[in-house]
């Protein structure tokens, strides 16, 4: 059970890898640009989640199986991109399997350290969540959380069963199956049928000049 966080860890930095990757052959990187994306999807959560619960070196710099599994991932993509990128929607599946292996696997770690529950719920949802931001940004895109059909609140429903099976001292594999499959199948559902927070609208009917910029926008 004390290699359960580490095995989630690892699968997650293989899956948020091959989503780092995929998005950058989508954008026709070379072979390096593949290779930071995907570490950077790989292991941005993972790093913030160890900075701020005190584990330095992070686990990502300190362990070379986290490198090793991130190139391997980026490698394999960048050989085998004409098949991997006729798959249907990939990135996001892929982006959706990483975002439930590292919500379990930040909400567990935040526990085993001895962090209280409420902190341990959002160690885990920005464990989740760090992957893909980093990704979006390298590509100078607006994060997938802040645009995207309930991105931060399955982590947040992943990392809330880990917790409360923890405080019911429920089976630590039972609970961790039920919160990874809870976060992937609540993504993907929302996903496919649209479901999403409520989208901020603006309109600013005295500035003329907004008005006029979004006029020619629509007409383009």
Known sequence: MEKL??????TGTFVFALSGALAGVKRALDLFGVLVLSFAAANAGG?????????VPPAAVGDWRYLCVSLFAGIITFCFSSVVVRMSNPVLLFDAAGLAFFAVAGASKALAHGLNPVMSIVLGMVTGIGGGMARDVLLAEIPTVLRAELYAVAALAAATIVVAGHLLEFPVVPVAAVALISCFSLRVMAMRRGWRLPVAKFNDRHNPNAKAASNDSEKR
């Open 47 to 55: 790093i913030t989640r160890d900075l701020l619960i005190g584990v």
């Open 5 to 10: 966080p580490l095995v989630l860890d690892l």
